[in-house]
Structures are given as structure tokens and as C-alpha cells.
């Protein structure tokens, strides 16, 4: 009340001399300015808060999830957030390695369930280095070194001496997860468990002139392959659908492809799963890749792995941070801290960070919406009176708290390190088309994120759509989307 009174009385002040407009308007952006530093401390101020009830309530959680877990399935589950968790890690034999110097970041050495083989695994340090934010704030932390550390050499040593059999992989979902026939039918057969589920919009037998060609399309983090078949599948013209194969894969650990307990859904495993499931099951030889958010990792690595086969790149909302030299040694717990700030404001801000920073509370989270699918699903038909469309219910729940919790700190975190690598590659090493979109009121990941990618790029086509976010830069604007992909798809022909 002072501050504006203030204001009023200098504003009355300067109506009389000629420069009063410009001295007023000066004024106004300061009270602005001052607004915004005041809305800034405040957010800062309850997110400590906030975030330090939850740092406890995690801690709680822990022992309450152990508890029942035990009490229902008889058995332990363990977690990054204990001293076990770090010199086991989850199921099955694991052991933390050094990294070697021409590949960077944590490794470890796991006892693959199905055979004797020991697998060497990407994982992100951000999985067990999460300090609370009362540690974070007294005292900066970096990576810590694991507590377990084992040379590739003694790993290899100890191979043939692990007498315990190991377990078949388990197919049955956890008492927290859903059961139904969505979300764990890839369990029926054992074949549909070694391939992901993969939607086929391929043209009709007497299609139109020309050879076909193949497109891959990869949705992002805790999404499906509804996010494009229900978008710009049926938006695409009659020729696309005559002249275009079109596959839209359920990455490993969503919707309707397989949720394996034992998977630490590494950058390794889901690419693995998009060779065997689309380009190697359809002989793929050549074709376009079109990715969302943390799919358009997976599509830089499958780019990078095959650069003679990808004729065109479009990745929508890549989620690249430039890491700072100074930062280079922890570049996941740079990239953490950027995609999930621990702030209340803005709300899906604070919705990344409860994801990302606790596990618990996330699991709890997705035994809430994720196990319920099909209530939330069925509310939202009777509120809408069934005028809205559905799929997101299914694109955004149907998955397991173990296959969202890692693929987000292995691949979005975890990738920190190597997109550079993946960027330079399709830089100066690929010829393929390289379009880029992004959505200006993106509040999840900034336009910056694509801007940086195109300033790695130079030859990379980016657009940038006013008043879309994240879920709208496709969602209500799928005609003109696909429009896009066709030109970029012909051009690639040219």
C-alpha cells in the first residue's frame, strides 16, 4: 500500500514537466522489476520449505514401502536412497565400476537374469547422489564416488564364482503397479516380452506410385505411441498414407510394451529394444525419425549408430543443456537441477521435481494416478460427458514407477555427457535432413533447449511456435504438423 502511494504521488508530481511520461513509464518497470524480485524470493523461500518437508517425507516413505513390500510379496526391495542401495543398486547382483576414461560417467557391472553374462551398464550418478536441499544449500555437492568400486577386471574375475543361480526375470507387477490387460499383456507370451509393442500404419497392397518408405516415430517421458497415432496419424493426407510405413513404438517400460522389474531402462536397453522391435523385426534399411522430448535422445543415438540409414531427423522439445566447463565434471547433477529446480512455481516445475528428486514420493505419485488408470480414465468421461478425447489418460499413466524413475534419470540426466558427442556427430558426419520444433511457452524445457541444438547444428531448420507448450506444439495443431513432416520427408527426397 505504501509503494503504491508512493508511486501515485510522484506520478501527480511530474504531469506538469515534459519529460513525465518517460519518467512515469521508468517508474512502472521498476515497481515491476521490484514485483518480480519479491514473487522470486518468496518462491524461493516456500520451495525451501516445501521441498525440506519432502526431503523427510521421502525418508518415511522409504520404511513404509519396505514394510509392505515385505509384508505382501516377502520380500526386500531396495533403493537408492540406502547405503545398500548404492553397493547393490536394485535386482540382482550389481557392482559398481570406475569409469573408463573414453566413456565417461558411473558404470555398472549387473548380472543379466536370463544368462550368466555380466553386462556393462550406463547409469546416472543422480540415481543415488540426490543431497537433501538443506545440504544442497549449506554446502555444494558434487558427484560422489559410489561406495562399492570394482575394476572391470576383478568384475570379470568373479563371473564363475557366483554359485547362486540366477532368477528368471519376473513378469508378474508389483502390488503398486497396474495389472490390466493395457498396461501387462506383453506378460501373456513369452515372445511379446522380447519386443516392444509397435503400431503399423503401413499403405494399403495396391498403394500409390513409388517405393515405400519407412518412418519411426518415438514418443518422450512418461508418454506412448497414442501420442502420435491419435494425433497426426490421422492428420497426415492420402498420399503420405499411401507413399509412408509408418511405426510408433511404446518404449520399453510404457504403455503397452514390456516392464521388466529387473530393467535399469538404461540409453543401451531402449535402444536395443527400437532395433529389435522396428528395424531389424521390419528390415529396416532407410528411414525417417520423428521424436518428442526424451525420445529425441534415443533418436540422436539411433542416428548416430546408423548414420547411413536416417534420410531425416525431426526432433519437437530436445531436451539439451548446455553444460558450463565449470560444471563438466557433473553434468547430470547440472542437468537434474535444470529439468527439476525443486521450485512451487511454476507448477510443472514443481511436478518434475517431485519426480526426479524423490523416489518415494514419486512412487507413491504413481501408485496414486498410474495403478488407477482406469478410475481416472473413467471420471474424466463421466465430467466430460465423453466430448473429450481420452488417450492422454493412456499415453501419460500406463507405465511403472521403476521404468519412469530410471528412463528419467538414465536417459535425460544420464545423456548429459553425450549429447554433445551425439550432436557433433549428426553435425558434421550425417548429410540427413535435421528439422527442429519447440513450442514458446514450453515451461518444462525452455526454447533455449532447442536453440542450443540448432547453434550445434547450423544446417538444422528451427521453428519455434508461438503460444505452444510442451503437449500443444502437436495437440490441437495436428493438420499443420503434419503438413510439416510431409515437406521435410519430400525434401529428404530431393
Given at each position: 500500500m505504501h509503494i503504491a502511494t508512493c508511486v501515485w504521488q510522484e506520478k501527480a508530481a511530474a504531469m506538469g514537466s515534459s519529460g513525465g511520461k518517460g519518467e512515469w513509464a521508468g517508474r512502472r518497470v521498476s515497481v515491476v522489476a521490484l514485483l518480480a524480485a519479491a514473487g522470486g524470493a518468496l518462491n524461493c523461500a516456500v520451495s525451501f520449505v516445501v521441498f525440506s518437508l519432502l526431503d523427510v517425507l521421502d525418508m518415511v516413505l522409504c520404511l513404509v514401502y519396505k514394510l509392505v513390500d515385505y509384508a505382501v510379496e516377502a520380500e526386500w526391495k531396495a533403493c537408492y536412497c540406502t547405503a545398500a542401495a548404492r553397493e547393490g543398486g536394485g535386482a540382482g547382483p550389481r557392482i559398481f565400476v570406475p569409469p573408463a576414461a573414453a566413456a565417461p560417467g558411473p558404470k555398472v557391472v549387473r548380472l543379466s537374469a536370463s544368462s550368466a553374462k555380466m553386462q556393462l551398464e550406463d547409469v546416472s550418478d543422480t540415481l543415488y547422489v540426490r543431497p537433501s536441499l538443506l545440504a544442497d544449500a549449506t554446502k555444494k555437492a558434487g558427484p560422489a564416488a559410489p561406495t562399492l568400486t570394482v575394476s572391470p577386471a576383478i568384475a570379470e574375475m568373479i563371473r564363475g564364482k557366483i554359485d547362486r543361480p540366477p532368477r528368471p526375470p519376473r513378469q508378474a507387477p508389483c502390488?503398486?503397479?497396474?495389472?490390466?490387460?493395457?498396461?501387462?499383456?506383453?506378460?501373456?507370451?513369452?515372445?511379446?516380452?522380447?519386443?516392444?509393442?509397435?503400431?503399423?500404419?503401413?499403405?494399403?497392397?495396391?498403394?500409390?506410385?513409388?517405393?515405400?518408405?519407412?518412418?519411426?516415430?518415438?514418443?518422450?517421458?512418461?508418454?506412448?505411441?497414442?501420442?502420435?497415432?491419435?494425433?497426426?496419424?490421422?492428420?497426415?493426407?492420402?498420399?503420405?498414407?499411401?507413399?509412408?510405413?509408418?511405426?510408433?513404438v511404446d518404449l520399453l517400460g510404457f504403455g503397452r510394451s514390456p516392464k521388466p522389474a529387473d530393467s535399469l531402462y538404461t540409453l543401451r536397453e531402449h535402444v536395443e529394444m527400437i532395433e529389435r522391435s522396428v528395424l531389424?523385426?521390419?528390415?529396416?534399411?532407410?528411414?525417417?525419425?520423428?521424436?518428442?522430448?526424451?525420445?529425441?535422445?534415443?533418436?540422436?543415438?539411433?542416428?548416430?549408430?546408423?548414420?547411413?540409414?536416417?534420410?531425416?531427423?525431426?526432433?519437437?522439445?530436445?531436451?539439451?543443456?548446455?553444460?558450463?566447463?565449470?560444471?563438466?565434471?557433473?553434468?547430470?547433477?547440472?542437468?537434474?537441477?535444470?529439468?527439476?529446480?525443486?521450485?512451487?512455481?511454476?507448477?510443472?516445475?514443481f511436478g518434475a521435481s517431485m519426480a526426479c528428486w524423490y523416489e518415494h514420493v514419486s512412487r507413491t505419485i504413481c501408485l496414486t494416478i498410474c495403478r488407477h488408470h482406469r478410475v481416472w480414465d473413467r471420471l474424466f468421461r463421466i465430467f466430460t460427458r465423453n466430448r473429450m478425447r481420452t488417450f492422454l489418460i493412456e499415453a501419460f499413466m500406463c507405465h511403472t514407477h521403476n521404468a519412469a524413475w530410471h528412463t528419467l534419470h538414465n536417459i535425460i540426466c544420464?545423456?548429459?555427457?553425450?549429447?554433445?558427442?551425439?550432436?557433433?556427430?549428426?553435425?558434421?558426419?550425417?548429410?540427413?535432413?535435421?528439422?527442429?520444433?519447440?513450442?514458446?511457452?514450453?515451461?518444462?524445457?525452455?526454447?533455449?533447449?532447442?536453440?542450443?541444438?540448432?547453434?550445434?547444428?547450423?544446417?538444422?531448420?528451427?521453428?519455434?511456435?508461438?503460444?505452444?507448450?510442451?503437449?500443444?506444439?502437436?495437440?490441437?495443431?495436428?493438420?499443420?504438423?503434419?503438413?510439416?513432416?510431409?515437406?521435410?520427408?519430400?525434401?529428404?527426397?530431393?
Open positions: 502390488w503398486s503397479d497396474c495389472d490390466c490387460k493395457v498396461c501387462h499383456s506383453w506378460s501373456a507370451a513369452s515372445r511379446s516380452s522380447s519386443h516392444l509393442y509397435v503400431h503399423v500404419q503401413a499403405p494399403p497392397p495396391s498403394g500409390g506410385e513409388g517405393a515405400v518408405e519407412d518412418v519411426v516415430f518415438i514418443h518422450g517421458f512418461i508418454s506412448s505411441s497414442v501420442f502420435w497415432t491419435e494425433t497426426v496419424f490421422p492428420a497426415f493426407s492420402a498420399a503420405a498414407r499411401g507413399r509412408y510405413r509408418m511405426y510408433a531389424q523385426r521390419y528390415r529396416l534399411r532407410s528411414f525417417h525419425v520423428v521424436a518428442h522430448s526424451l525420445g529425441s535422445v534415443l533418436a540422436l543415438a539411433l542416428a548416430v549408430k546408423y548414420p547411413g540409414a536416417v534420410k531425416s531427423l525431426t526432433l519437437l522439445a530436445p531436451p539439451y543443456f548446455p553444460v558450463p566447463k565449470e560444471e563438466a565434471g557433473a553434468a547430470t547433477q547440472y542437468v537434474m537441477r535444470r529439468v527439476a529446480p525443486r521450485r512451487v512455481w511454476p507448477p510443472i516445475a544420464g545423456s548429459a555427457a553425450k549429447m554433445d558427442t551425439y550432436l557433433d556427430v549428426v553435425s558434421d558426419q550425417l548429410a540427413c535432413k535435421v528439422a527442429l520444433f519447440h513450442g514458446r511457452d514450453d515451461e518444462l524445457l525452455p526454447v533455449e533447449c532447442t536453440l542450443a541444438v540448432g547453434a550445434r547444428v547450423p544446417r538444422a531448420r528451427v521453428t519455434v511456435y508461438d503460444r505452444k507448450d510442451h503437449i500443444t506444439i502437436i495437440v490441437g495443431q495436428e493438420k499443420l504438423f503434419a503438413a510439416e513432416l510431409e515437406a521435410i520427408w519430400r525434401s529428404a527426397d530431393d
